[in-house]
Every structure is written in structure tokens, then in C-alpha cells.
């Protein structure tokens, strides 16, 4: 019988902390994690999934990455630090200039890594963990979620992990929140958590659509958080972006425990983006030099498929 092994203990290891340079003394930090997309043949794009408002305007970004070790298992206080210089140039936004949504694709790091003898341990999250239709119609309006980020930027930095949230949707995690791609959950969101993905999480057991008691664990990515409602000392209630400078800064709000989260299905759309990308950037012969210098063929480099 193997081993049973909890999945917020595997999901904790598809998230990783941003830390963002503007160059001009400024630094700032948000949330991402590992989504392979165009999934075809055994072969994926790996991308680090995280809000436009946490890369935006930064000129330099770097992420952790925990080493992996030869029995495959995640060499806990041994990790890498992955610096972006011209972040702006490695970054892609969502098709929809209203979600805030942006991917950096990662798999140039990691063939070159690979070629150096080096292997990062991470948890890739993929189409097949994505909350579809037929899941989110026996959804009730409240259903326990987890949220895996960088809450104010802390972290175990020892040992390259998250902080893990618990909370519940606050409105229906299916129905477009005042006809946007988004819903409400009920959780705490602060500097830091932008761009962390949010889970229904039901360990052990679950009711069901019928309401049944199920035995079992359910795990799906519902979507990504990127802001909540405050209200001001004036008594208005606005939308704001969940900073990503953990300075404390006195700006006249008030957060309600609340986060906005976008759809899960929205990443979906980074699919296109990604295609239309490799044709235009394809010219060159998968036998030519890789544009990075290292030194090996573009098709055993960047130009590599995971």
C-alpha cells in the first residue's frame, strides 16, 4: 500500500514568492505558482501564473526554487535563486486587458538548468486540477477554500514555503460576480497574496451535491485572488489590487476580510497567447544555436518542450 500523502503537502510546493525590484530602491512582493499549459504528447509549457499588478512596472523579478533530490523528494533548505533583469521582457499578459492576469514562462530556466545537471523540485498544476463546469454546478455558495501564498512577504525562508489560509467562497464560485469572471471568498487578503491560487479544499470528507456525507478528498483550483473590497473612512466601499509593497502605508481604507478571485477558467486563454508566441518567435532552425548562449542547439534549450 503506498504511502498516503496530504495534497495541501503537494500543493504547498506549486507556489512561489515574487520579489520585485523597480530600480529605484523599491521592492515589492506578490504570490505565483507553476501552471503547465498547451499540454500535448507528454509535453507542457511551464509558466508561473501571478497577477499583472505584482510584475508590472518592475524592471527585475526573482523567485525561489527548491532543489530536488536524488529520490525525487524536495531538498528542504536547499533552493536557488531565479533572477529576471528587463522583467517586463519575459512576462505575458492576459488577452483581456480587464483580468489581471500575467504568466512568465519558465521553461528556458529549467532546460538550462537541466543541462547543468541541476533538477528543481516543484508541483506543476495543469488543466486536470481546474474547477470545470460539472464540479462548480454541485457547488453550494459556501465551500471551504485554501489559499497558498506570501501573505505581507513572509515565508519559511529556510525552507522555500508558503503560508497556508483557510477560508470559504462568499459568493458562488461558479456565477460571475456582477458579470465579471470573478467571486468573492471570505479571508483574510494582504499585502503579498497577490496572485496566490485558491482551492476548494474538502480532507477526509465532503457533502455533496445530494447531501450526502462523502468519504474522500476534493481538491480543485477555483481561481487566483487579486484584490478586495475596502471601505474608506468616508463610508464608500471600493475595489482596490492587493498590494504588493508589505510597507505599511496609512491610505484612508478599511479591508473588509474579503478577496476577489478570477476564475480558474480564464487561464485557459493564455493557451492562444502561448501558440501565437512560439509561431512568431519559431523562425529559427531547431538545429541553430540557442539564442541564450549556452552553447546547445535552440530544440535541447529554450526551444525545448517540458
Known amino acids: 500500500m503506498s504511502e498516503y500523502v496530504n495534497p495541501i503537502e503537494q500543493l504547498i510546493h506549486s507556489t512561489v514568492r515574487i520579489q520585485c525590484e523597480d530600480g529605484k530602491g523599491n521592492t515589492s512582493s506578490g504570490s505565483g505558482y507553476v501552471f503547465f499549459f498547451c499540454e500535448k504528447d507528454e509535453q507542457s509549457i511551464p509558466c508561473i501564473v501571478t497577477n499583472k499588478h505584482v510584475v508590472a512596472g518592475a524592471q527585475k523579478g526573482s523567485f525561489n526554487l527548491t532543489m530536488k533530490g536524488e529520490d525525487g ?5 536547499l533552493h536557488e535563486v531565479i ?58 455558495s ?12 513572509i515565508w519559511d525562508a529556510k525552507h522555500n514555503l508558503p503560508i497556508i489560509r483557510r477560508g470559504i467562497t462568499a459568493t458562488h464560485p461558479k456565477l460571475p460576480l456582477n458579470g465579471k469572471p470573478e467571486f468573492l471568498i471570505d ?13 476548494l479544499a474538502n480532507i477526509g470528507s465532503f457533502v455533496d451535491h445530494r447531501g450526502a456525507l462523502v468519504v474522500g478528498t476534493r481538491i480543485a483550483l477555483l481561481g487566483t485572488l487579486y484584490a478586495g473590497p ?23 481604507t478599511i479591508p473588509n476580510n474579503l478577496g476577489l478571485v478570477i476564475h480558474a477558467s480564464e487561464l485557459l486563454a493564455f493557451e492562444q497567447v502561448i501558440e501565437e508566441r512560439l509561431r512568431n518567435e519559431q523562425p529559427i532552425s531547431r538545429n541553430s544555436p540557442c539564442k541564450c548562449g549556452s552553447g546547445s542547439k535552440f530544440k535541447n534549450c529554450c526551444g525545448k518542450l517540458i
Open 230 to 252: 475596502q471601505h474608506t473612512t468616508t463610508g464608500e466601499v471600493v475595489v482596490v489590487a492587493v498590494p504588493t509593497d508589505s510597507k505599511s502605508i496609512s491610505v484612508g
Open 187 to 199: 479571508a483574510a487578503c494582504f499585502p503579498g497574496s497577490s496572485g496566490s491560487p485558491v482551492f
Open 73 to 77: 523528494k524536495p531538498k528542504l533548505g
Open 142 to 153: 459556501m465551500e471551504e477554500i485554501v489559499m497558498i501564498g506570501y501573505p505581507n512577504g
Open 83 to 140: 533572477t529576471l533583469d528587463n522583467l517586463s521582457k519575459f512576462w505575458l499578459s492576459h488577452p483581456n486587458p480587464n483580468v489581471d492576469l500575467a504568466i512568465i514562462p519558465i521553461g528556458p530556466i529549467l532546460n538550462q538548468a537541466e543541462s547543468q545537471g541541476k533538477s528543481f523540485y516543484y508541483i506543476p498544476l495543469s488543466k486536470s486540477v481546474l474547477a470545470d463546469e460539472s464540479l462548480l454546478s454541485t457547488l453550494s
